[in-house]
């Protein structure tokens, strides 16, 4: 059986706060600009994709049993149980180098791009269409427009950074990505993103002693 496609490496806005090691940098930010797009919080957890009724974690050989997954598992996995579409999402379940405030169980995992056999991801309305009906959560929206210069889209940036989290507590980042469909082949020159100053960028710290977020309680 072959993988489903891992979600791609998001390149940073070359003044992203915090740039990791060995990452690209978007050379235009341009782009972004005169064009309809849409702004997202980016949270701090484990990048998720949800499909045929799995989760898969970073490696998407095989579906993930980790611990950390648990939540998404019961709540979301057994929905997406199309061939043909994958559901790609930040799980915050397992705390990682931000707690924020609790959340209920079924709010650990939120969606943000949606893509489909053809290796398309569809527009960011779509995105939301599918998982509303789904009853997915998808991640915090903090603008959804147009930026008359890179000017604004800088400004945008710096103000959100020092914002705190739509879920509470501190932000990570921001992502942004045109809100129309784009193949993959395009995704580096459709979406980028930049991170908060001093994140911490292993992917393997938290793993070690990990511990779950705060769940809120039912009522």
């Known amino acids: 059986m072959t993988s489903p496609p891992k979600y791609p490496r998001t390149p940073y806005l070359p003044y992203s706060p915090s740039i990791a090691p060995d990452s690209d940098r978007l050379a235009d930010p341009s ?11 980016k949270l701090d957890g484990s990048c998720t994709l ?25 709540h979301h996995a057994w929905k997406m149980r199309e061939r043909d579409v994958f559901l ?19 709010e650990t995992f939120y969606a943000f791009a949606l893509r489909d056999a053809k290796d398309r991801f569809a527009s960011f309305e779509a995105l939301v269409d599918f998982a509303g009906q789904r009853e997915i959560p998808v991640v915090p929206v903090l603008f959804d427009g147009v930026f008359d210069s ?10 959100t950074h020092a914002e705190p989290s739509a879920l509470g507590g501190e932000r990570e980042g921001v992502v942004i990505r045109l809100a129309r469909s784009f193949p993959a082949s395009e995704f580096e020159l459709s979406v980028c993103k930049s991170v908060r100053a001093g994140h911490v960028q292993s992917d393997e710290h938290w793993t ?6 705060r769940i809120a309680r039912a009522g």
């Open 31 to 41: 782009r972004f600009v005169g064009e309809q797009v849409v702004v997202s919080e």
């Open 50 to 74: 949800l499909h045929r009724g799995e989760v898969y974690g970073r490696s998407v050989a095989a579906p993930t049993r980790a611990k950390w997954n648990a939540m998404v598992k019961k």
């Open 88 to 106: 790609y999402g930040e799980d915050i379940y397992g705390v990682h180098s931000i707690e924020y405030e609790p959340v209920r169980e079924d």
């Open 150 to 159: 890179e000017n604004a889209l800088r400004g945008f940036v710096e103000e």
């Open 208 to 213: 070690r002693n990990w511990r779950p977020c």
